[in-house]
Each structure stands twice: as C-alpha cells, then as structure tokens.
C-alpha cells in the first residue's frame, strides 16, 4: 500500500473507531436518562415503578388546587377524566398553570402520589401539548364514549 | 387590497428564485455570458419584492388590518407599537416571511460584496441561493400565507401577541438567531458551486471564509441573545435547558464552528477539501431540520409554533431533495478531489482534525437526543419518552472538555510538522501553572473543595496561558512587546480573541453551575431572608398599570454583608386582552454574580411565594459569546482576505478567459 494510501485510510480509521465509540455511548447515556411519560390511568393501574424519574401528563382538575398556607406546598389533582392523580409540589408554579388546563409534570410517584420535581405548564393557550393530548386521547378511548367534547383544545 | 399586494410580490419573488435558479446555472455551465450576467438583477428584484412583501406585513400590522388572519392572530390595538412591527416574526408565517427575507439579504450581500471571484462563480452561488430561495417562497404560498384573510366576518380586534413574547429580548434575538441561521446558506451555496464548476481549491476556501466566519458570529450572537433572553423572562434561573428547540441552532453552531476550522485547513494547506464540503452541506441541512423540528407540530417546547402536517412534510421533502441533491452531486465529483496529506501526526491539521470530530460527535449526539423522543415514539406504537438535560450534560461536557484540552495544543503548534518535544517545551509550563492555580484557586475563594471547579477552572487557564504562551513565543524576537504585538496577523489575534471568548464561556458555564445557590420563600409584606452574602428584605406590592396590562410591584431592599447595596421590583404582571399572567423578573447584574428575584403568587393570608438565587459568574456565559463574535468578525477584516483577492481576481480573470474555449465544449463528467 501506498504511504499516503496508509495515512488515509488510518484517519478513516480512527475517525470510525470515534464515532462508533461516540454513538455507542450516547446511546448507552440514553437508556440511562429517558424519562417514560405516564398518564393517570397508568399510573391507577400500578405501571409505574415507586420513584423511578417520570413524566405524568393531563389536565388540573377544576377545584383540586390546594396552597398550603405556611408553606410553598402545594397540591392538586391531575386528570385524564378516568383517573384521578394527586400531585404534591414544594415550589412555585409556573405562570400558565392554570385550572382546568393541560400540565406536564416530571417527578415520581411514591404510595400512589406524585411527587413533582418540576411542573411544566403548556405555553400557549390555544395550543394542547403533545403529551396532554395523548394522555387524553388514550383515557378517551378506555372510556370508548363520546365525552370527549368538554376537553377540546 | 393592500395585503393581496403583498401576496402578490411574494408571488413575484417566487417567480423570479426559479428564474434565478435555473438560466444563471445553465448559463455557468455552457458559458453563456448574457444568463450568467441575469444572476445579479434578478437576486436584487428577489430582494426588492421579498423587501415590499414583508414592508406590507408590518404595514397591515401597524394600521391594524384584523382582516388579516396573522395580524387578528398576533396582533391587538392596544399592543405598543415596537411590538406590533416585530409581531410580523411573532408566529410561523411571518417569521418564516421574515426569514426568506433575510436570505434575499445574504443573496444581496454576496451579489454586491464578490466583485472579486469571476461571474460564473457568482452566478452558481446566487443561482443555488435562488434554489433555496424558491423553495422557501413556494412553501409559503402553498401551505402559510401571512397574508391569508379573514373574509367577509374580519373579527373586530386581534388576539394579542403572546405575552411572553413582549419583551425587548423578542425584538433582538429572532432577527440575530434567523441571520445566523440562514447565513449558513451562503456558505452552502459556495460549497455547491464549487462542487458545480469542480473548482475545489484553496481560493474557493478563501472566498467561503469571510462568509461562514460572518454568519457563524452572527448566529453566535442570536443564541447567546436567546439564552440571555430565556434567562430574564422565562424565570426559572436558568440559561440553557437543552429544549428541544434549543438544540437545532447548537447543532448548527457547532458543525459551523467545525466548519470555520476545517476552511482554515483547506484555505491554508489545501487538505480536507471534501470534509469541508461535507460540512457545509451538513451545516445547511442542520438549519433546514431547525426549521422541520420548529415548524412541523412534532415537538412541544416554547418556541414550537401551532401548525398543521402538511407544512412538516414539505419541509421534510425539500430537505430531502436539497440534502439528497448535494449529496448525490458531492458523490459525482468527490473524485476530482484530490487532496494531499502532507502532515505528520502531529500537526496543527491533525489538531484540528480532533476538532472537527469532537463537534460533529457532540452535534450527531445532540441530534440522537433531540430526535429520540420522535423515534421512540413511531418505533414503540405511541409510547412516549423526553430526553432532557441529564442525557444532553453528560455527553456534551465530556466532549467538550477534551475539545478544550487539545484547543490550545492546535493552536500553538505549526502546520505540516510539530515535535512533539517542542509541545512539551512549551505547553509543559502552562499545563503546570493552569492546573495549580485550578487547584488553588477555588480553594481560596470558597474555601470548599469541588472536583468540577477545579477541572473547570484549570480548562479555562489551560486555554488563557495557552495563548500567553503563543504571544509571548510569536513576539520573543521582537525589540519590543509593542512592536510584537502590532506585529501579529489580524486574523490571529481575531482566532485568540474567539478562543479567549471559548474560555470564557467555559468559565461561565460551569463555575455558575456548580455555585448557584437559590431559596424559594413565602414571604409577608416586612419579613426578610438571607442567602449566600446577601440579605432581603421583603417590602410588600403595590399595584401598578401598564399599557396592556396590570400588575402587582413588590419592592425588595437588599443588603449584601450588612450594608443597604440597592432595591429591587420584581412584578407580576395580567396581560389584559389575552387574560395571561406573566413573571417580570428583577435581577441585578454584576461582573462576577447576578441576583435575581422572580414572584411567584400571593397567598390569601398576603404573603407571597418568590424565589431568590445568587449566580455567580453567569455573565461571563454572554460575554464569552460576545468575545467569540468579535474574534470572528476581526479575522473577517484582515487584509490578507481583501488583498488575495485582488491577486486572485487577475489571476481568475486570466484564468476565466483562458477557460473560455474550453466551456464550449460538451461538458463530459
């Protein structure tokens, strides 16, 4: 072989051997810290595992946010009109989190409550997030009955 | 009737991008000197309609036209005027007006600012540009019209911009961010009329150069803007959250920064020339997937606009075609590439061949995780997944942190052939001295041990010594440091400035990550709270009115170690026509830490819940992003560029007339 020939294929080589190496521990990292999505009947249903990090998405009951009074706690319902999910958060809500209303939550689940780490308000009024709207779908069609036109976005 | 006007000169710039992007190419070609001229007015009429078009946007904007669906959706009369016109990139349809006219502005740029490069060339990369550009007009007229009506029931008054969007960051940072953006595609453009006219040779580096530098400052700026924008308004304390829509322009930005290294290669010794093709075609597609990922409705995030599929599968379908396209072609000539390997394993090319790597694997594994969600999503039959920043931290600082240890290695050593003793000879010292005083320095001011400030810090001065080091070798011999300094090569200085800028950032990033301290309260009006030196005293709020909103005003008196520093008002604001709360933060800014105060809600009994943080350091995050623009734009202005190109301009001539007969030949390939 060619000297020159040599040096090339060697940095095909090496820039190879990298990239492999690179995409085989991305992908590694990835398993390590996906966080699965979970609607309430899921979680009703006992799929999630006691504080493994998820995300639980669906609508802030109407009348089921409750502010401690001392305290930056705070609690409410999340729902995707089958099941009911009881969200306990010690911090501040964001701006559009609002009754009656889509929210995404990451946190764990720990004895049938839900723990938030973060509370992820959508941005946008007329807009329903990806995740609200499958939760929802997936509760209607459980119930497999046309109720589904008072949650409309 | 004004808006059909509008509608109409986008149909115009429409008609004139397929002009452009087809007779300039066939004349470069076949040698046709009448439609190779054609390039540069028809890239001046693309402007001029895009130029009216848009003017008519903003126009229906300011007089309040509601009969115009995006200004009924976007738009409101009470909304203050500065935001009425930058509403026009407030939604998807204006934004992506806005964006087609400023590559109608690169076009023009590039068809003013080339009188040095022969025409044919010019004519290949504006006839390319027109590609792209008819693409862009199409997709507008065909699936998102700004002008669309609403007719004949045109509601009374509009929706109202959305209110996180009224700010001052919403006026600088999409503008910065598209200029960017699109700029890339000048340099893609390049790279396709090279690959067109098989003219792949240093010179074709050098044109590029200035360009791919201009639009990688630029888009340095416009992300730097966002995260700044993001950090102030957003209220969360933070400055990058690895969002999904956030990660695009990074992705851009990092195979641009791949790009302006691996085109020094190219333009000094000749080598990578494929590489740098390859990248600016990936740095142009990574755009095209930005505006797929934002436009398409697949992701929820902040900037995600509301859309329909159709749009999502355009966009799919032109990046296919023009990726496929460039890649089909760049398979056709990548033989008439020859390049040399004329260096050692030490070199400053292989240097910067760990770079290019480095970049593209951090930017290929930031694309797995942006993309992941939506794979797992169709693979699994719907389940759904989010990818956040734990992944994104733990492939993205590693990488970078071996990017910065061969950094300063590149660029002390020489082209073609560096001893590895003279290496050790010289950077032995600073290896020495950075991670002592990374050691020492933390340290001392905090008086804790951190394993991540002290790698931090001992990267950050590896970079800063480094190019001490470098100066003070390149001006040894010089008779004074004066003299040596004035001595050194514009464009050095501008690479030493971008990369002092690169530290900085460094710096910034990980030494407010690692000290940030944040409490959040419930406060009555009259009590107080400490954190970290500082001490807050909580004033209670007073109602105030703005012109589209109410809000509530809480005056916040803080002490830092016992003495009164300033006041702070933090506000809560209604925006009125919309019903939207919104979170104005107060934040006091400082070279070496940020305070900040942001509201949360008040309680029945009065008091309200807040959080209050402490973050040092924060600033050096932008200004390293401010230093890295400028180390851009100063190696644009070396003279090196301007004089070659007079040189190149008589020898392309020359070359031009004497490739004359030959054009006219049956082009065999």
Known sequence: ?153 | MVPELGHFSLILAFCLCVILGTLPLIGASTGNRLWIGLARPLTAGVFVFLTISLLILGYSFVTDDFSVRFVAQHSNSLLPLQYKITAVWGGHEGSFLFWTWMLGGWMLAVSIFSKAMPDDFVARVLGVMGIIGAGYTLFMIATSNPFDRVLPLSPMDGADLNSALQDFGFIIHPPSLYMGYVGFSVVFAFAIAALLSGRLDSAWARWSRPWANTAWAILTIGIALGSWWAYYELGWGGWWAWDPVENPPMINWLLGTALIHSLAVTEKRGVFKSWTVLLAIMAFASSLLGTFITRSGLLTSVHAFASDPTRGVYILGFLGFVVGGSLLLFALRAPLMKSEFGFAAISREVFLLINNILLVVASAAILLGTLYPMVYQAMSGGELISVGPPFFNLIFVPLMAILVVFLAMGSISRWKKTSAQYLIQQLGIVAAASIGLGVILPLVLTTEFSIGATIATSLGLWIVLGIVQDIRVKIANKESTLAGLKSLAVSYIGMQIAHLGFATILLGASLTSIYSIEKSVLLQAGEQMDLGDYHFEFNGTVPVTGPNYIADRATFRVFEDGEFMREMYPEKRLYTQSGSPSTEMAIDAGFWRDLFITLGEPRESGAWSMTIYVKPFVRWVWLGAILMAMGAVVAVLDKRYRRLKVRTLTKANAQSGAKQGDEYQPVST
């Open chain 1, 1 to 153: 072989m060619k000297p020159h020939r040599r040096k090339k294929l060697t940095i095909i080589l090496f820039i190879a051997t990298g990239l492999s190496v690179a995409i085989g521990l991305s992908l590694y990292a990835l398993s390590n810290t996906i966080d699965l999505f979970f609607t309430p009947s899921q979680i009703a249903a006992g799929e999630a595992t006691n504080g493994q990090r998820i995300r639980i998405g669906g609508m802030v009951k109407e009348g089921s946010v409750v502010r401690a009074e001392d305290s930056l706690n705070v609690e409410f319902i999340a729902t995707d009109y089958t099941h009911d999910l009881v969200v306990r958060y010690d911090g501040i809500l964001p701006d559009l989190f609002r009754e009656g209303q889509g929210v995404v939550v990451e946190g764990a689940v720990d004895n049938g409550m839900f723990i938030a780490s973060r509370v992820l308000a959508k941005h946008d009024e007329n807009y329903m997030s990806v995740e609200v709207k499958a939760a929802m779908d997936a509760a209607e069609a459980a119930r497999a009955m046309p109720a589904g036109a008072s949650n409309g976005s």
